[in-house]
C-alpha cells in the first residue's frame, strides 16, 4: 500500500499504452504522456512496461511506503528525496515500510513517473488502469491523486531487486532542453492548406501555449493560408477554412482550431470538426511531455515509414537490454 | 488511418461510413486496434508492427468494395425525447466568460439566427427544436452523440470557434458546421452553444436509467428529438436525476425506414 500524503499538481495513475479500441465511445488512450521514461520506470523495478504506475505533472507529490517496496523514478528531476535523502533518477531503490518519498517542483523538464515492482492496483475499466480525468474513470476514483488515498500494490516480481540502472544512452535526453525538434508526418488533411502554409509550419518556431495540458498542447505562431478545399465546400463544414464535417481524430493530430494549432495528446477529444493538416508520431510524445510552457517546437517533416522506424527505434531503447 | 467516404453529412454516407467500421471490425483485420466511423470518415487506429499502411489501404479498399452499395433499407431506430432549456443561463455565462478572457463574440443563438435568415434567437430554437436528429456516431468525449437534422427545412449551419472554448458545461447543447452535439461532460469545445439538457448522457458509474445501456444513453442509428422545456421544469429534473430517479425518454418499438425517409425529405426539401 502507498499512502499519498501531498498530491502534488494534478498526479495521476497510468497504464501502458493505456484504454485502446474505444474510440467510438469516446475514450482517447490516456496512458502516460511520456511513455519512453514510464516504461524505463517500470522495467527497473522487473515489472513489464505496461504495469500502472504514477505521472507527476510540474509538481510532485508526496508519498509513503506503508509496506517495503522496490521502485523508481523516471522522467523530469523533481528533486526526488526519500526520507530526507535526495535519489538518483533512472535506478531502482528499496524503500521501507514507512519510508516518505517527497518530490518538488521540476527543475528540468515536466513530467516524472515512478514506478513499484509489482505495479499498482486499480480497478480496471475499459481493459485499463489508466486514469481518464474528463470522464471520470481509471486510476483512483478517476481524479488526480488526492491526500489521504491509499492505492494498493500488486505482488512483486521474484525479478525485483534494487541497483539496476538505465544506460545513459537510453535515457531520453530532456534535462536542460527548452527548444525542441519534434517529428509530424503530414496529413490526413495537408492538403486543406495553401503550399506556402505548409512551408510555413515547417520553418517556423512554434511556442507552447500557458493553456495546454493533457487534453491538448495549444501553439503560438503565424497564421496559416487555406487551399481553395478548406474555402470551397459545402455548408455543412461550418465557414471557417478549418472547420471540416467531424471525423475521428488521430492520435497525436495537429488540430487547426480556426488560427490556433492545438495537438492532440494523451487524453485529447477523439472526434471533431476541425482540420488535421499534420501528425506528431507517438514517437515523439516524450518531447512534448517533458516541454514546459514557453518552450519552442520546430516541427521535423517525416514519412508514415520514417515515424514507424522511429516507433520501433524507441520501443527497442524501452526492454531490459537498456539496463545495467 | 483515415478513409473518407464523402464530404456530405448525408444519411447515405453515414451507412456507409457505419457500414466500414462494420465490416472492418467483423473481418477482424490483423493489427487493427480501433475503427472509429463518424459522418463520412472511419478513424482506423493500427498497429505498424502488425500490418504496414500500403496493406491496411488494399485491405480498407477491398472491404468498401464488398460492402452493399446501398446501406439497409428498415433499421430499428430508438427515438429518444431530451429536455433542452433554449438560451439558458449557463451557455450564456460560458460565451460571456469567453468573450472577457479568449475573444469579443455575441451571443451564439444570436449569430446563427442572422446567418440562417431567421428573425431571432427566440425563432432559431423554434427551428432547432423542429426536427428529429440523427445520431451518425458516437465519439470526442465519452457518449457524445453528433447529430443531423433529419427534416431538411431545420438544416442550419454555424462555423466553429476560433479559438475553441477552455470549458463548457456538461449537457450543453451545441452546433458546428450542420452537426449537432450534446457535451457529455464538461470539456473544451469548438461548436456554437445556445441550450442546455438536464438529462446525463454518458455516467462513468452506471446510473441511467430506462436505456440498454447505464453508461451511455445514445448509439449510433438512434433519433433525438428536442423538447423545449422552461427554467422550473429543467430544475424539476435536474432534481430527479440527481436523486437517482429520472427515467429517459425512449420510443423503442419504431423501423426507420431510409426509403420512405428519402423520399419524404425530397418533398419537404426547401
Not at chain 2, 446563427?112 to 426536427?131: E, S
Amino acid at each position: 500500500m502507498i499512502s499519498v500524503m501531498k498530491s502534488g499538481l494534478q498526479t495521476s495513475v497510468q497504464d501502458y499504452p493505456g484504454r485502446i479500441g474505444h474510440m467510438s465511445l469516446g475514450f482517447p488512450p490516456s496512458g502516460p504522456f511520456d511513455s519512453w521514461s514510464f516504461r524505463l520506470a517500470n522495467l527497473l523495478v522487473g515489472n513489464p512496461g505496461t504495469a500502472a504506475g504514477i505521472e507527476c505533472q510540474f509538481l510532485g507529490p508526496t508519498l509513503r511506503f506503508e509496506a517495503p517496496a522496490v521502485f523508481a523514478v523516471c522522467g523530469a528531476d523533481m528533486s526526488a528525496k526519500l526520507d530526507g535523502v535526495p535519489l538518483e533518477r533512472w535506478r531502482s531503490l528499496e524503500a521501507k515500510a514507512g519510508q516518505v518519498l517527497e518530490f518538488g517542483a521540476a527543475k528540468t523538464g515536466a513530467r516524472t513517473y515512478i514506478a513499484v515492482s509489482g505495479g499498482l492496483d486499480v480497478p480496471v475499466f475499459l481493459g485499463a488502469r489508466a486514469t481518464f480525468q474528463k470522464a471520470s474513470v481509471g486510476g483512483v476514483g478517476g481524479r488526480a491523486l488526492k491526500p489521504g488515498d491509499r492505492i494498493a500494490m500488486l505482488p512483486a516480481s521474484s525479478d525485483a531487486r534494487a541497483g539496476r540502472e538505465v544506460r545513459a544512452e537510453a535515457r531520453p535526453p530532456l534535462d536542460g532542453v527548452r527548444r525542441w525538434t519534434v517529428d509530424v508526418v503530414a496529413g490526413p488533411h495537408d492538403d486543406w492548406l495553401a503550399p506556402e502554409a505548409i512551408a510555413m509550419f515547417l520553418s517556423s518556431p512554434w511556442k507552447l501555449s500557458g493553456k495546454s495540458d493533457r487534453t491538448g498542447f495549444r501553439l503560438e505562431g503565424p497564421p496559416f493560408a487555406f487551399a481553395a478545399k478548406a474555402t470551397d465546400k459545402p455548408p455543412e463544414n461550418g465557414s471557417d477554412p478549418s472547420n471540416i464535417i467531424d471525423f475521428g481524430y488521430p492520435i497525436g493530430g495537429i488540430n487547426l482550431a480556426g488560427q490556433t494549432p492545438i495537438i492532440l495528446v494523451s487524453d485529447a477529444l477523439t472526434m471533431g470538426g476541425f482540420i488535421c493538416p499534420f501528425t506528431v508520431p507517438t514517437s515523439s510524445f516524450w518531447q512534448l511531455a517533458q516541454s514546459r510552457p514557453g518552450d519552442l517546437y520546430d516541427f521535423n517533416l517525416l514519412s508514415v515509414g520514417d515515424a514507424q522506424t522511429a516507433r520501433q527505434r524507441l520501443d527497442a531503447l524501452c526492454t531490459v537490454d537498456s539496463l545495467l | 488511418m483515415l478513409v473518407e467516404l464523402g464530404n456530405e453529412m448525408s444519411l447515405d454516407v453515414n451507412f456507409r461510413a457505419q457500414g466500414l467500421a462494420l465490416a472492418v471490425r467483423q473481418a477482424a483485420v490483423a493489427g487493427v486496434l480501433d475503427a472509429a466511423p463518424c459522418f463520412a470518415t472511419v478513424l482506423l487506429h493500427y498497429d505498424s508492427d502488425r500490418i504496414g499502411y500500403d496493406d491496411l489501404q488494399r485491405e480498407i479498399a477491398r472491404l468498401a468494395e464488398t460492402m452493399a452499395a446501398a446501406g439497409p433499407a428498415d433499421l430499428p431506430s430508438r427515438l429518444h425525447y431530451i429536455p433542452a432549456l433554449y438560451l439558458d443561463p449557463w451557455t450564456r455565462a460560458c460565451i460571456e466568460d469567453y468573450a472577457a478572457k479568449i475573444a469579443p463574440r455575441g451571443y451564439d443563438a444570436e449569430g446563427i439566427a442572422a446567418t440562417n435568415g431567421l428573425a431571432d434567437a427566440a425563432d432559431f430554437a423554434r427551428v432547432h427544436a423542429a426536427t428529429e436528429y440523427w445520431v451518425a456516431a458516437i465519439g470526442s468525449w465519452p457518449g457524445l452523440p453528433f447529430m443531423m437534422a433529419l427534416d431538411p427545412r431545420c438544416r442550419l449551419s454555424a462555423p466553429k470557434y476560433n479559438p475553441p472554448r477552455t470549458v463548457t458545461p456538461q449537457g450543453t447543447i451545441g452546433l458546428g458546421g450542420s452537426s449537432t452535439c450534446i457535451y457529455s461532460v464538461e470539456s473544451p469545445g469548438g461548436y456554437q452553444i445556445f441550450a442546455r439538457t438536464p438529462v446525463p448522457i454518458w455516467s462513468a458509474e452506471g446510473r441511467l436509467r430506462g436505456v440498454g445501456d447505464p453508461m451511455v444513453r445514445l448509439r449510433p442509428g438512434d433519433r433525438v428529438r428536442f423538447l423545449p422545456i422552461d427554467r422550473a421544469e429543467y430544475d424539476w429534473i435536474d432534481e430527479k436525476v440527481k436523486a437517482g430517479a429520472y427515467e429517459g425518454a425512449v420510443v423503442d418499438y419504431h423501423t426507420f425506414s431510409a426509403g420512405k425517409y428519402r423520399t419524404w425529405a425530397k418533398t419537404v426539401a426547401p
